[in-house]
């Protein structure tokens, strides 16, 4: 779970590390800025994961990486959902409202959902010779 928190640490730098340049000296507009910087950060997590935390997982072609992105995008999901039951639901907008929900409870939320998806549909062993239990388990203790 160190490696998984450690490379999701990185990624959410190369995030908004791009976001504030893309936004800022290169002037996109806010929605594009963070779309390019979404998939940036996917990406940095992606690889961090596939050859860090769960390297010994077997996952060719872009279907991994696609599931890895739908992930993310589940987890961006759960973090506006706080925020707009806490916003609009419960009435508390201000901006430090906005972010406890949408930074604090959501991320706490989008992250279990993304190491619970991750571990479950991108880096995963699919019947590994040797493996008797049939494969569902990534990156076991053993190695």
Not at 130 to 138: A, I
């Amino acid at each position: 779970m160190l490696g998984f928190a450690t490379v999701g640490l990185l990624a959410y730098v190369a995030d908004l590390t791009l976001f504030s340049v893309l936004r800022g000296p290169v002037g996109l507009g806010p929605l594009t800025a963070k779309a390019l910087s979404f998939v940036a950060g996917c990406t940095v997590a992606y690889v961090g994961n596939a050859r860090g935390t769960y390297r010994h997982a077997r996952v060719q072609g872009m279907r991994p990486y696609v599931v890895f992105v739908a992930v993310n995008l589940a987890g961006a999901l759960v973090q506006l959902c706080c925020i707009a039951v806490s916003h609009y639901g419960f009435g508390l907008t201000s901006q430090r409202a906005d972010t406890v929900s949408g930074a604090g409870v959501g991320m706490v939320l989008a992250t279990c959902l993304r190491f619970w998806g991750t571990r479950t549909w991108v880096f995963r062993n699919e019947g590994t010779d040797g493996d008797e239990s049939g494969g569902d388990r990534v990156g076991s203790w053993t190695g």
